[in-house]
């Protein structure tokens, strides 16, 4: 069995992916293997088989068993001697016989980049995600996800169909009730830019241009999602001005990008933050005097990845009045990226994670 695989860029001289034997050298019986919710991108054969090459041998034959799945890109894609396969529910690019089968470009988000900007297979940036428009969205057949036998989801329930695709998502979105084709689900969520400048005059304050920028960092924070970027306008930013009030990410949040440096108006090339200095503040009362700040700037509630770039915290003030070294305080290690802060002699705290 073999489903929520990527095969790609892969030579051979017979089946650039997958060759299947039956027989094989001694003959001991055919090649039968299932393969669900899987896709074969770029593979090349040098004789026959651009991504796979099925032929018996010895008497027996070779007849794989497909559903679910994308085929396309590969030259001449399947290659049968002494071979029947089952292929089903599938995009097979040239068309094959089979139910639910056709023949159509899947729409992939970026074909030139599989693995996308990370380089890392399997996360929210791959390129062989589906776009809104995909053929393949909602044309599988659910009755053909194979059984979750490993228990992936840890439940006891070996009998269920498989839970989740191969980033970990759900099989079957939850705004659909048929199984996409290929080895993700769902639609691709392109990033968003949201903007934020604290002096915005006018506009829809919604983020999503400079002209309607976010006036509240905090209301960008809650707007933005994993693989969003923030840009902040020069200017001094506060949490509330209650004590209790901090800029809060959340655990959903993980990959969230933001960036300072900014004028209003600027493009990323022209940010600069020398010129354009962003200050996350949490001192809201009495100038600094940290017996009125808030206790914390900025608190990461479960998140383990995130970037910041050119921006300027303190301001803080520890309410662990034992814990001199909280200026950051985490469970576990956390990943920084040109995260700068201010620590003076009587502010702690402008930093907290929790987990």
């Given at each position: ?31 039968t293997p299932v393969i669900t919710n899987s896709i074969f991108y ?314």
């Amino acid at each position: 069995m073999i489903a929520n695989a990527i095969f790609f860029n892969n030579k051979a001289v017979f089946g650039g992916a997958i060759r299947n034997v039956g027989g094989g050298i001694d003959g001991s019986g055919p090649s039968t293997p299932v393969i669900t919710n899987s896709i074969f991108y770029n593979n090349t054969a040098f004789d026959k088989g651009g991504a796979i090459y099925n032929t018996g041998a010895n008497g027996e034959a070779s007849n794989p068993v497909i559903t679910n799945s994308i085929i396309y890109g590969n030259g001449d894609e399947i290659f049968n001697r002494i071979a029947t396969p089952i292929i089903t529910y599938s995009l097979v690019d040239g068309g094959y016989p089979g139910t639910g089968n056709i023949d159509a470009n899947p729409q992939f988000v970026n074909s030139g980049d599989v693995a996308g900007p990370d380089g890392v297979f399997a996360t929210t940036d791959d390129g062989l995600q589906l776009q809104p428009n995909s053929p393949a969205i909602d044309t599988g057949s659910n009755s053909d996800i194979p059984a979750d036998t490993p228990d992936l989801d840890g439940d006891g329930d070996t009998s269920e169909p498989i839970p989740f695709d191969i980033m970990g998502d759900n099989r079957i979105s939850d705004n659909s009730s048929t199984v996409d084709l290929g080895a993700f689900e769902g639609v691709f969520d392109p990033p968003l830019t949201l903007y934020v400048n604290s002096e915005v005059s006018g506009g829809g304050n919604n983020g999503s241009s400079w002209g309607d920028a976010f006036s509240d960092l905090q209301d960008a924070l809650t707007a933005a999602t994993f693989n969003d970027e923030i840009w902040i306008a020069e200017g001094t930013y506060h949490p509330g001005t209650n004590r209790d009030d901090s800029f809060t990410i959340t655990g959903n949040q993980d990959g969230i990008e933001i960036y300072g440096g900014f004028a209003s108006g600027d493009s990323f090339n022209e940010r600069n933050p020398a010129d354009h200095p962003v200050v996350l503040s949490g001192d809201i009362g009495s100038a600094n005097d940290a017996s009125d700040n808030n206790y914390h700037v900025l608190v990461f509630d479960g998140t383990e990845e995130y970037k910041y770039y050119q921006l300027y915290c303190f301001g803080g003030c520890n309410h662990y009045r034992r814990e001199r070294r909280c200026l950051f305080f985490s469970k576990r290690p956390r990943r920084w990226y040109f995260l700068r802060w201010q620590r003076k002699r009587k502010i702690y705290a402008a930093l907290h994670s929790r987990v």
